[in-house]
């Protein structure tokens, strides 16, 4: 009785094994647990009818301020310089470090038009190459202008000039700030 049971449930394990095989190599055969290989949730990108726009991946809450980044309150007016001025402060000292890293940006960012002494005779202007003349950074006006002033043109352009935001990170704008009025200012 015994053995008849071992070999009948041999035969079935043989049944099983080659029903479960399939000649059709692309067939992937049956799926167990379905939904663990298809998720029920909702993808990132897929549409998703619980939201009025549609979409599954919602955006940032007005007003989000991305990681790391500081957000810069003023427009490129007059009255918005003037208030800028008034409002921010350099955080650095004119130490020698701060001094030197300010020197780089100012030759690499800002002498090519406003000259190594910072009298806007620089090569691109007096190449001809740029028509507009550079501003002095040197002059009265300037001597008098506070720093976040100049954080302020500096950031947004000013007249003519570009924008620099977008090209050097807030703090070498404040270390250039630096560098022109405790060295070229002098
Ligand atoms: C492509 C040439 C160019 C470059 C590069 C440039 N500037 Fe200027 N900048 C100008 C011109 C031209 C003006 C005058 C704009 C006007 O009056 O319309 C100006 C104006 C300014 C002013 C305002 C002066 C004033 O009279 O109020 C400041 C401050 C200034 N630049 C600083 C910088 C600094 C710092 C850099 C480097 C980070 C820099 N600029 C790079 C061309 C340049």
Redesign the pocket.
């Given at each position: 009785m015994g053995k008849i049971e071992i070999k009948h449930i041999a035969l079935l394990l043989l049944v099983v094994a080659f029903s479960s095989c399939n000649s059709k190599k692309t067939d992937p055969g049956y799926t167990y647990f379905p939904d663990m290989a298809y998720s029920r949730a909702y993808e990132t990108y897929s549409e998703n009818t619980n939201f009025a726009d549609n979409k599954t991946l919602r955006e940032p809450v007005e007003g989000t301020i991305p990681r790391g980044y500081t957000p810069f309150p003023y427009e490129k007016t007059e009255e918005d310089m003037a208030r800028a001025g008034k409002e921010l402060v350099n955080p650095y000292e004119p130490t020698a470090e701060i001094l030197e890293r300010g020197a780089l940006?100012?030759q690499r960012?800002?002498k090519?038009?406003?000259g190594e002494k910072g009298d806007g005779q620089?090569h691109?202007y007096t190449s001809k190459r740029?028509p507009?003349?550079?501003?002095s950074?040197i002059n009265e006006?300037?001597v008098a202008?506070p720093q976040g002033e100049?954080f302020h043109?500096?950031t947004l352009g000013?007249?003519?000039?570009?924008a620099?935001g977008p090209i050097?990170r807030p703090e070498d704008?404040w270390k250039?700030?630096l560098y022109?009025k405790n060295e070229l200012q002098k």
């Open positions: 940006i100012y960012n800002c090519q038009c406003h620089g691109l740029y507009y003349p550079p501003a950074l006006k300037m202008k100049m043109q500096v000013y007249g003519i000039m570009g620099q050097l704008r250039v700030v022109v």
